[in-house]
């Protein structure tokens, strides 16, 4: 007998986890599957920052102030230690062609009444005693938030179980399943069929070529993403610290580029990332292991900016395929083909995907949102 479920999510990271949980919450017979596991893409290897200060302006800012204020009460929903914290972080102008940049986010952000703040001298090395010297040209500075990522995942699915949410892992999704039209089910990669009113593509860097299948040209593409951890050393850091380079350039999708981000995390480890790189630039046995490169790149810009760290040992390193648009606004919403919801691209997990999460599962109890997501999704076209 076929399966039949009122919702299917594709995707078991800080989406696909955050859909699941308040679908199944709002009594939606749910199923999640996910190709590898729960965390185990770009959500498992993530700083767990729940970002605001680097939101892009519009419905994308709106969208993170309201997942910024729903993140400080997950631990009540959840009921469950998921290690929010607040949390403060600088974005600072390196060198001098960054500060037109900053001073536009630093603006843009002050004028939208967040208490955010710029910081250049003595201000900023209060701030970060251990950043080296000039070596920042200003930065900027506000209180936000950082969740332990696989306590918050791992709750959400938890909570979700408990609502009657099916999770399957080690599943592949090959594609998505159509008829007249309308989405109604996926086939995985064994060939069988599953049913359901809604899928649910909360892929990350699969979002694009599961998409695809349905004749849908969606502009989720990916970087292979590097990062570190260090032995776990005192207090060190008193704020998550990331060059403004990194988000302007990021995603090129032409080059590989280092830029610092850098925190300790609630353990006392020294997070470092990262170098990101097209996926075509890098060899094909190449793509799930940490470059030599990256190494000598990332010891070069921690030991100008943080000399102190010196003689830190690192104890891990790891690499994952990191999703983004190239318009940097997510992908989400209800897909141009009935029956689809799309949730993927977005610039910075942890902050919005609580809302995400509520929002898809009004859209599958009521067919409506409260917020009108028309600009993320018209960046959907046809193959
Ligand atoms: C080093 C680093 C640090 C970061 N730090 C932060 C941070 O501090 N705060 C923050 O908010 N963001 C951070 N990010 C970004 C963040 O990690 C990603 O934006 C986020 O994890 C994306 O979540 P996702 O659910 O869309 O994708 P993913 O976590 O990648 O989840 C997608 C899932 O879909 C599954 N899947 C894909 N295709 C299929 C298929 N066909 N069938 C079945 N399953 C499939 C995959 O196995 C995967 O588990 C960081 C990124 C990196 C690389």
């Known amino acids: 007998m076929t399966e039949r ?5 594709v995707g078991g990271g800080y989406f696909g986890c955050a859909c699941g949980y308040f679908l199944a919450k709002a009594g939606v017979k749910t199923l999640l599957l996910d190709e590898k596991g729960i965390a185990r893409g770009a959500s498992g290897a993530n700083f767990g920052n729940v970002q605001v200060q680097d939101a892009s302006m519009g419905l994308s800012y709106d969208l993170t102030l309201a997942g910024f204020r729903r993140m400080q009460t997950m631990e009540q929903e959840l009921d469950a230690d998921i290690g929010y914290q607040p949390y403060s972080s600088l974005i600072a ?4 062609e960054h500060l037109p940049e900053l ?14 703040r710029w910081l250049e001298g003595q201000a900023l090395r209060d701030a970060e005693p251990n950043l080296a010297p000039g070596a920042v040209v200003a930065a900027t500075w506000f209180l936000q938030g950082r969740v332990y990522p696989f306590f918050y995942q791992y709750a959400l699915i938890r909570r979700g179980r408990e609502h009657g949410l099916t999770v399957r892992e080690d599943v592949s999704v090959a594609s998505l399943l159509l008829e007249g039209g309308a989405c109604v089910g996926v086939v995985l990669s064994d060939g069988s069929e599953i049913r359901a009113e809604h899928v649910v593509v909360a892929a990350g860097s699969g979002t694009r070529a599961l998409c695809a299948t349905a004749g849908l040209d969606v502009p989720v593409y990916s970087v292979k993403a590097e990062a570190f951890a260090t032995e776990a050393i005192a207090p060190f850091l008193n704020t998550y610290y ?4 990194f988000f302007a350039e990021a995603h090129d999708p032409e080059k590989a580029v280092t830029s610092l981000c850098i925190g300790q995390s609630h353990y006392g480890n020294i997070l470092l990332a990262e170098t990101t790189k097209p996926h075509t630039a890098v060899a094909d046995d190449c793509q799930d292991r940490t470059s030599i490169e990256h190494c000598r790149n990332i010891k070069r810009k921690v030991l100008e900016f943080f000399p102190a760290l010196e003689p830190i040992d690192i104890l891990r390193s790891w690499v994952t395929a990191s999703p983004y648009t190239p318009s940097n606004e997510p992908v989400f919403g209800k897909a141009p083909v009935p029956g689809l919801i799309l949730a993927a691209g977005f610039k910075s997990a942890a902050v919005v995907s609580a809302v995400v999460g509520e929002t898809v599962a009004q859209l599958v109890t009521r067919d409506t949102a409260p917020w009108d997501l028309s600009s993320f999704v018209g ?3 046809r193959m």
Request: proline residues 0%; neutral net charge.
């Open 5 to 9: 479920y009122g919702a299917i999510v």
């Open 93 to 96: 102008a390196e060198r001098e």
């Open 103 to 116: 001073r536009k986010l630093y603006a843009e952000k002050k004028e939208a009444g967040l208490d955010i």
């Open 242 to 245: 990331s060059s403004a380079a």
């Open 379 to 381: 960046q959907v076209g």
